[in-house]
């Protein structure tokens, strides 16, 4: 207890509270999100302690997930992937004047997921992991197929989803194959010039900040630099005022949208806007007046909005209890680990009980500080919306360069790296790369190859993976039904589409057919 309270000085609750305030307005600026200032930020971090580094990223995570409310009220335009349905009742109520009281509605409901998902973190956690500690590298691997599976059977597209993770996990066996990992030592996957450069791949933190910092700016500076300001509704307009008596009737949507919101945080790599989609849908299906969602609905934004922020606290249940990440900013959290040598999985919590409960007072703290803050200051935070980002992308790519190029002591193949994996983000998205099944096939591709090499050495053939115990069976069910859920959803989706094109046209009359 003793080395906790040292641990939670004054610099620990205001780098919290600092990262809180600049994921606020990353994520109040469209097309800024909370994984871009989370890996924009994290070569901050290099010379803070592992604690201290900690309570800046999850301040960022918070303050990111929840800034994307402002501009979905305001602009219509969803701050992040996350605040999709937010715009959906909050800019209709923007509209009619009600743009403070939509905001505050928000904020509240915002505070109440990300704290629910705290409080199952700390229970639920530690359960898993000590669950998990009993698993042999035949489990290990399984997990991790699952967690592929997972993510390509949710992706846009099922093939581009598994194709991505493939090349994720293709990438990170770049190198020479460590002898410590039951290889021979030989370099694989390159070419001899690259072999100076490569010998350990391509470094994690480059390709983070590639990815999810300089990929970005790529894509909004493709679309040019026309700022929709003139569409933002007015926050000063005097309409009905904000009142706690706004939630009444709403305790059931917001523990039921808040526990949608934890429970797809803890499947990996989906993210925050199929949190809010599936509880705004859940919440339209129990609503009793379902014709009025979607204009302005108090039930749609604390459905949409504790569910987003209800996927911060379960979305790093797997990353700290299975070392899986639970999206894609928890998958550059493990960045901010790395770069102290440290390494989430089942044993994490047990030999770092003075990191995990600082990692849970700073998530506490992140969201006290986020109502604080965005409630009491939501009229300044407003014009944050409007800051052109020509202004900030220059600042954006200096830091992303000066980071990647400081993580590793000054490396300048690193820079090549954020540059290579930037285009790529950028270029991929072209062609249908789904980034997150990538980013995870590529932080758990070496393990994957670890723990089946292993299983190999131990057990010698196949048919372990399949007769190793009775988790083993139960993964291979966990991993045939998400394959059978990905084409039942596939086949569906091509039905409705079938179905519409039939409607329009048998509607479209025949002069008119093209």
């Excluded at 994290?42 to 402002?70: K, N």
Aim: glycine share 10%.
């Amino acid at each position: 207890m003793a080395d906790l309270l040292s641990m939670l000085s004054p610099m620990f609750f205001l780098l919290s509270a600092a990262g809180c305030v600049v994921g606020i307005i990353f994520g109040a600026i469209p097309g800024l999100t909370a994984t871009m200032a989370v890996a924009v930020c994290l070569p901050l971090t290099y010379s803070l302690g592992l604690q201290a580094a900690l309570a800046l990223l999850i301040g960022l995570y918070v303050g990111g997930i929840s800034g994307g409310l402002v501009p979905a009220i305001l602009l219509n335009i969803p701050g992040t992937p996350s605040s999709i349905t937010t715009t959906f009742d909050g800019h209709p109520m923007a509209q009619r004047g009600e743009a403070e009281r939509a905001l505050k509605i928000c904020i509240f409901a915002s505070l109440f997921g990300g704290l629910f998902s705290a409080v199952l973190l700390y229970f639920f956690a530690p359960l898993l992991a000590d669950f998990a500690i009993k698993f042999s590298y035949v489990e290990k691997f399984l997990i991790i197929l699952f967690a592929m599976t997972v993510i390509a059977s949710l992706a846009r597209n099922v093939l581009a989803g598994i194709f991505s993770g493939l090349l994720g996990v293709l990438i990170s066996l770049i190198g020479a194959y460590d002898t410590s990992s039951g290889g021979n030592g030989d370099f694989r996957l390159m070419l001899p010039f690259m072999e100076p450069y490569l010998e350990s791949g391509f470094s994690l933190l480059p390709v983070l900040i590639g990815l999810f910092g300089l990929a970005a700016v790529f894509e909004d500076a493709e679309k040019g630099v026309r700022e929709n300001h003139a569409e933002m509704a007015s926050i000063n307009k005097q309409g009905q005022p904000f009142r706690f008596n706004a939630f009444k009737g709403q305790i059931g949507n917001l523990i039921r949208s808040s526990f949608i919101g934890t429970f797809i945080g803890l499947l990996p790599g989906i993210g925050g806007s199929a949190a809010s989609v599936l509880a705004y849908t859940q919440q339209k299906n129990l609503s009793k007046q379902p014709e009025k969602m979607g204009k302005g609905a108090v039930e749609g934004l604390v459905a949409s909005e504790s569910a987003n922020n209800g996927l911060t606290g379960g979305a790093l249940i797997p990353l700290l209890a299975l070392g899986i990440p639970g999206d894609s900013t928890t998958a550059v959290l493990i960045g901010a680990f790395t770069l102290q040598g440290i390494q989430v999985g089942p044993l994490f919590i047990q030999d770092n009980m003075n990191t995990w409960n600082a990692m849970i007072i700073a998530l506490f703290f992140a969201n006290f500080v986020m109502y604080f803050v965005m409630f009491y200051a939501i009229r300044y935070i407003a014009r944050v919306a409007l800051v052109p980002k020509y202004y900030l992308f220059p600042i954006i790519i200096v830091m992303c360069v000066v980071g990647a190029y400081a993580i590793n002591y000054g490396i300048m193949f690193d820079v090549w790296t954020l540059l290579i994996f930037g285009l790529l983000g950028y270029l991929g998205s072209k062609v249908g790369l789904e980034v997150a099944p990538f980013v995870i096939g590529f932080i758990l591709g070496k393990s994957a190859e670890v723990y089946f090499v292993k299983s190999l050495e131990s057990f010698g053939n196949l048919s372990i993976f399949f007769t190793k115990s009775p988790i083993a069976v139960f993964m291979w069910v966990l991993i045939l039904a998400s394959v059978g859920f990905s084409i039942y959803v596939h086949r569906k989706t091509k039905q409705q589409q079938h179905q519409q094109e039939t409607a329009y046209v048998e509607a479209t009359p025949a002069g008119h057919k093209s």
